[in-house]
T-cell receptor, first 115, second 110 residues
């Protein structure tokens, strides 16, 4: 089935460690996104990419890094510079070109907890 | 600054009742999306509204869009417990990314 796969679903990190969250999609979507959600809050955009080997900062990019080496993959690294990384991270993708609704499709999310 | 507001933010209602959630936005957008999120889960697409006057219905939920008023409504008819979730609206201003509202947390009580 087509969709977006995020892993791991749950991750615990010690302070000072970098961690990488995986996001893979087989929807042949052009654009991919990372959002952060804090408890009881809305979504905030971290990074997005509309084409391979190119990405842009969102509203809260500090302390995060990404890469887009393949169309299907958009991993997010939470670095030690991110002071409050405990959150629910959501990866999403969408088509850009052509006749489409532009709808965002979401993965199941990764919950990161800093110990 | 672009703002997307939802009203109410919290809604507790009894089964069988009707209610409407409102989504207002502050800039031009001809597309609006509604998503549902269950506790601890990801977002699920409910409705995609692509033009002024668009109306979509699925089960007990009906969404509409008035681009001139910059307003979308999500109407709940005869609520059931399974509708308990957080509902987000989102707009996509031209040349920009999705902008989400803060969410409306709906609790349907038996």
């Amino acid at each position: 089935d087509g969709g977006i796969t995020q892993s791991p679903k749950y991750l615990f990190r010690k302070e000072g460690q970098n961690v990488t969250l995986s996001c893979e999609q087989n929807l042949n979507h052009d654009a991919m996104y990372w959002y952060r959600q804090d408890p009881g809050q809305g979504l905030r955009l971290i990074y997005y990419s509309q084409i391979v080997n190119d990405f842009q900062k969102g509203d809260i990019a500090e302390g995060y890094s990404v890469s887009r080496e393949k169309k299907e993959s958009f991993p997010l690294t939470v670095t030690s510079a991110q002071k409050n990384p405990t959150a629910f991270y959501l990866c999403a993708s969408s088509m850009i070109a052509g006749a489409n609704t532009g709808e965002l499709f979401f993965g199941e999310g990764s919950r990161l907890t800093v110990l | 600054e672009l703002k997307v507001e939802q009203n109410p933010l919290f809604l507790s209602m009894q089964e069988g009742k009707n209610y409407t959630i409102y989504c207002n936005y502050s800039t031009t957008s001809d597309r609006l999306y509604w998503y549902r999120q269950d506790p601890g889960k990801s977002l699920e697409s409910l409705f995609v509204l692509l033009s002024n006057g668009a109306v979509k219905q699925e089960g007990r939920l009906m969404a509409s869009l008035d681009t001139k008023a910059r307003l979308s409504t999500l109407h709940i008819t005869a609520a059931v417990h399974d509708l308990s979730a957080t509902y987000f609206c989102a707009v996509v201003p031209y040349g920009q990314n999705f902008v989400f509202g803060p969410g409306t947390r709906l609790s349907v009580l038996p």
